[in-house]
């Protein structure tokens, strides 16, 4: 079984900071692509950030240079560096991880149930 578990999120003014953790955990084989995601009320689940095996990344054009995606393949984790937050950034963080089971041949999608990150004006 594997689980993915956020954390980091909470309530920051805006032009703060705040990084969000994302662990999986459980029989893992190998963890292809990992991304965040974020939901606002209301709103679709968007793509935030996404980062490969071998660290390339991809960003939306509304966090480019102020988010910074990175992993730690040892650890099964990748982060979330957010900084100089807006008010629009407010919504519930998601990570998803494609893993490869421990012993499978297939891999699926894992998503994380979400941390909330609340940015005040």
């Known amino acids: 079984q594997v689980q993915l578990v956020e954390s980091g999120g909470g309530l920051v003014q805006a032009g703060g900071s705040l990084r969000l953790s994302c662990a999986a955990s459980g029989s893992i084989g190998n963890i292809d692509a990992m991304t965040w995601y974020r939901q606002a009320p209301g709103s679709q689940r968007d793509l935030v950030a996404a980062?490969?095996?071998?660290?390339?990344?991809n960003y939306a054009d509304s966090v480019k240079g102020r988010f910074t995606i990175s992993r730690d393949n040892a650890k099964n984790t990748v982060y979330l560096q957010m900084n100089s937050l807006k008010p629009e950034d407010t919504a519930v963080y998601y990570c998803?991880?494609?893993?490869?089971?421990?012993?499978?041949?297939?891999?699926?999608?894992?998503w994380g149930r979400g941390t909330q990150v609340t940015v005040s004006s």
């Open positions: 998803k991880a494609h893993i490869r089971p421990t012993r499978a041949s297939y891999a699926l999608n894992y």
């Open positions: 980062i490969t095996w071998d660290g390339s990344t």
